[in-house]
């Protein structure tokens, strides 16, 4: 038991692995030290963060531990105990494997760590200051092994600066805390920040219970499994198949032999299995385990190790999106399976104007129907040099439940009136963020989102901003928020999927003029949503009031998402029409 199981890599062997730096921020160093943990066999790892992991980042564990000779061997570069022999890089089965992680934290950093391995008497304690270290001590400790960080990059003081907000990074650690947390739910997992627990996640025997814990209820309830076997290839997890989706990849997981990666194939394989189910820019929720043979996959490619290659890349890729797309399939059969408004947004951006005379298809629904020659619409610049354009058009009816047909001073006008509600509302709307003031109203109800640990931070931190778009949140438990005042502008309704995408907005974007027009974005889509979906017939007034309206604001000549409120036909083009001319 005693024997020394680190050795040092010879320099050809360390020549050849991936070497770079591991530490960018105090989430990097979680990331390496839990990875260590799980490596050692624990059935607990405690984290305690102070101050965001700029004054201390503790990782405690009930693994193996290390022998007083192993630990002094640990923290030199290139040392590890999990290449065997030089082999060993191409079948790799733990976590870490380059022996450089403990080195590199040492180097940047004051190290403690403290181990005592399962069935020796007493513990050791060794010390590293900014890669100075000291004599190993005996200290008492249980088994297992803690290794504590404090006052990182105190000695490069150009990278400390190079730390984001406390809440960013915060939600960093958070975000490393919870994917572990989802490959290895046998696993308990506690995080500390300033004395007080932000998750704690106690073993569970199935996956499905430890979404629950991470995703919080909201998300989880909505995720189906699936599995299936490929030759030597595994695969299972979870996907989302009721109408939950989300602005950006967030709640995409992928976990290769229950390695986190982030795998341009395997993202590309789960969202091509989703195929026409969500619409442009929104993404589901995933949790996806692959496990591989270890000699199938190359995880010596990233520094970071959040990048693997494959061997036999095309064949997993079409393993997972036809594994998804029979999963959702199956789902579609049952009646949970009904993309509603949500999954449908469509994505565009508040700062780029429409373009005034193209038809932008925005979507997949909105394609080009090669008709647009005849479809043009009036240059802007004609429009608005007569004030009130729209309210000179005279109403003649209402068609199919949507198209208002007017006669215009040039020929005849078709209105979407679907569209033109859209980007009236938009418009009412930006308007008010820009003059800082959303109107608000409170709920009668409140309603409560729950949170993963990492956006109970981000919420925390970044209350303000969502105040300043309307909506007011209050802490409600542990791990909920609720909403109890919402912008007056967007109809009675659900606002928790609204939050919830604005909150994963928060934690994507960190410049707070980027933040702000992501979430504009997010707001916009949703007032546009909030309009009359349905087809409705309008009484005159409404129509009038309409037009009226549209006269009030800019570019009101498409709707936000690019579809034309208006075309007309003039008389040549009439004309044409009907070949009076050619
Ligand atoms: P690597 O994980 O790539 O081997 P590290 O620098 O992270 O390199 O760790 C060096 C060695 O220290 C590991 O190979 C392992 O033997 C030992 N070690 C580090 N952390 C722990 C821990 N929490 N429990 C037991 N052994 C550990
Ligand atoms: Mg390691």
């Known amino acids: 038991m005693n024997g020394v199981k680190i050795r040092v890599l010879s320099d050809e062997m360390a020549s050849r692995i991936a070497a770079g730096e591991v530490v960018e921020r105090p989430a990097s160093v979680v990331k390496e030290l839990i990875e260590n943990s799980l490596d050692a066999g624990a059935q607990k790892i405690f984290i305690c963060i102070e101050k965001a992991g700029s004054a201390l980042i503790r990782v405690s564990d009930d693994g193996e531990g290390m022998a007083p000779a192993d630990l002094a061997l640990a923290i030199e570069r290139h040392a590890t105990s999990k290449l065997a022999d030089d082999d060993a890089l191409f ?9 450089e992680a403990l080195p590199s934290i040492g180097s940047i950093a004051r190290m403690e760590i403290v181990s005592r391995q399962v069935g020796a008497a007493t513990g050791q304690l060794l010390r590293v200051d900014g890669g100075k270290k000291d004599e190993l001590r005996t200290a008492p400790a249980a088994p297992g092994t803690t290794v504590e960080i404090k006052d990182i990059f105190f000695n490069t003081p150009a990278r400390r600066k190079f730390l984001k907000t406390p809440a960013t990074e915060l939600s960093h650690i958070c975000d490393v805390v919870n994917r572990m947390a989802l490959a290895f739910p046998e696993v308990h997992f506690r995080l500390q920040h300033d004395g007080r627990t932000v998750a704690d996640y106690v073993a569970v025997g199935d996956a499905k219970d430890r979404l629950y814990q991470v995703l919080g209820r909201d998300v989880a309830k909505g995720l189906v499994p699936f599995s299936s076997q490929h030759g030597e290839l595994a695969l299972s997890g979870y996907v989302s198949a009721v109408p939950i989706s989300f602005p950006n990849t967030r709640y995409i997981y992928t976990f290769v032999n229950r390695r986190y990666v982030r795998d341009k194939v395997l993202t590309h394989a789960l969202l091509q299995g989703y195929d026409t189910l969500l619409m442009r820019g929104q993404y589901p929720a995933v949790l996806l ?23 036999h890349q095309s064949d997993i890729h079409e393993a997972v999106s036809r594994a998804v797309r029979q999963v959702l399939r199956q789902e579609a059969r049952e009646p949970m399976l009904h993309p509603s408004s949500h999954s449908t947004t469509p994505f565009f951006r508040v700062g780029e104007a429409p373009v005034p005379y193209a038809i932008a298809p925005t979507s997949r629904y909105d394609q080009p129907t090669g008709r647009e020659a005849v479809f043009l619409m009036p240059a802007r610049t004609e429009m608005f040099s007569e004030p009130g354009f729209f309210s000179s058009l005279t109403v003649l009816g209402q068609i199919l439940g949507c198209y208002l047909i007017c006669a215009s001073q040039q020929g005849l006008a078709l209105l979407d009136q679907h569209a033109a509600h859209e980007r009236v509302a938009f418009e009412k709307l930006r308007r008010q963020l820009d003059a800082g003031q959303v109107a608000q109203q409170s709920l009668l109800i409140p309603q409560s989102v729950e949170l993963s640990a990492g956006e109970m931070m981000l919420v925390e931190h970044k209350r303000d901003v969502l105040e300043s778009f309307g909506f007011t949140l209050e802490p409600f438990g542990p791990n909920a928020y609720a909403i109890i005042a919402a912008p007056a502008l967007l109809p009675e309704g659900d606002y928790t999927q609204t939050v919830r995408q604005m909150v994963a907005e928060l934690a994507d974007v960190d410049t707070s003029a980027k933040l702000r027009q992501h979430l504009e974005e997010r707001l916009a889509t949703i007032a546009c949503h909030s309009v009359i979906r349905a087809n409705r017939k309008l009484e005159i007034d409404e129509m009038r009031a309409l037009l009226r309206e549209l006269d009030e604001i800019e570019f009101a000549t498409q709707c936000p998402h690019g579809r034309p409120v208006l075309l007309e036909f003039s008389r040549d083009e009439l004309e044409r029409m009907f070949k009076r001319v050619v």
């Not at 079948?91 to 022996?99: D, E, N, P, Q, V």
Request: hydrophobic letters at 45%.
């Open 91 to 99: 079948r790799i089965a733990t976590l870490g494997f380059r022996g």
């Open 289 to 311: 385990l692959l496990k591989i043979p270890f000699e199938e996959v190359d995880v010596n490619v990233h520094p970071a190790k959040y990048e693997v290659r494959f061997r």
